[in-house]
């Protein structure tokens, strides 16, 4: 395997494929803090920290909504720098993204898992999002080459 593409990815993708990754990223602590705020609110409420209690049953309502607005914002400012000409060489060793701001070179047995979306494939190192390919950016000879190729390589255990 060994091809080279140009595209230019547009802001709302780049903004999915982020999302897509950081919820899968941070699904955990989406369900885990609101729930750890609720129990301890209605701790606290029960010893008569009603004050207390209150706010912790509040932050568990607002901490998904807070932390899902700054993950837009984050991804908002990464836009400009992402959103730009860019040529992806995919190889079985790896792959590499270059634009005129930065060259990116990621060996495939960095990822400890792929996930394969409609829109994209994401890249997962120690169950962060460290890269995505769009799959609009491969011909459909591409896109079955890669399929073929990431299935062999999680199949092995490799990915």
Do not use: H
């Not at 990754?21 to 701790?43: D, I, M, N």
Request: proline share 4%; with cysteine.
């Amino acid at each position: 395997m060994d091809f080279t593409i140009s595209y230019e990815p547009a802001p709302d993708e780049v903004a999915r494929a982020l999302r897509q990754g950081l919820k899968r990223q941070l699904t955990a602590v989406y369900r885990f803090l609101p729930s750890v705020l609720v129990v301890a609110g209605l701790a606290c409420i029960w010893a008569d920290a009603v004050f207390v209690g209150v706010g912790m049953l509040v932050a568990a309502v607002a901490a998904p909504f807070a932390a899902t607005r700054a993950i837009r914002r984050l991804a908002a400012r990464q836009l400009a720098y992402m959103c730009v000409p860019t040529t992806i060489r995919v190889t079985s060793e790896g792959y590499e993204c270059r634009t005129e701001q930065y060259s990116t070179t990621m060996q495939w047995s960095m990822f400890g898992q792929v996930v394969t979306t409609p829109e994209f494939w994401l890249f997962f190192v120690n169950r962060q999002l460290a890269a995505f390919l769009p799959k609009r950016a491969f011909n459909s000879e591409q896109q079955a080459e890669l399929i073929d190729f990431l299935a062999a390589r999680q199949n092995a255990g490799a990915s």
